[in-house]
Nanobody, 121 residues
Framework: QVRLVESGGGLVQPGGSLRLSCSAS????????MGWYRQAPGKERESVASISSEGSTDHADSVKGRFTISRDNDKNTVYLQMNSLKPEDTAVYYCNALAKRSRSGSWYDYWGQGTQVTVSS
């Protein structure tokens, strides 16, 4: 099994910053793309940012210039640096990884349990 554990969420004032971390553990042969998604109350889950194993990144238009995704392949960890936070960034943030558990295995999507980010004064 592949387990993803997020950390770093919390309550922050508008304009503040948070850094989310997500570490993958378990039986892992390789991890391809890693990413962050979020889901606000009453809304569908949406992609926030993703990063390939080579380091190519993609950020949603709503967070460009404010959020930055990065990863440490040696640690199987992905980060999301969130600056200039806005109330509309309030959501549960989920980590995602496309991984395989053996050389001959298939690629599967794995998800973390989510971490709450609340932006409020």
């Amino acid at each position: 099994q592949v387990r993803l554990v997020e950390s770093g969420g919390g309550l922050v004032q508008p304009g503040g910053s948070l850094r989310l971390s997500c570490s993958a553990s378990g039986t892992i042969f390789s991890i391809n793309t890693m990413g962050w998604y979020r889901q606000a109350p009453g809304k569908e889950r949406e992609s926030v940012a993703s990063i390939s194993s080579e380091g190519s990144t993609d950020h949603a238009d709503s967070v460009k210039g404010r959020f930055t995704i990065s990863r440490d392949n040696d640690k199987n960890t992905v980060y999301l640096q969130m600056n200039s936070l806005k109330p509309e960034d309030t959501a549960v943030y989920y980590c995602n990884a496309l991984a395989k558990r053996s050389r001959s295995g298939s690629w599967y999507d794995y998800w973390g349990q989510g971490t709450q980010v609340t932006v409020s004064s």
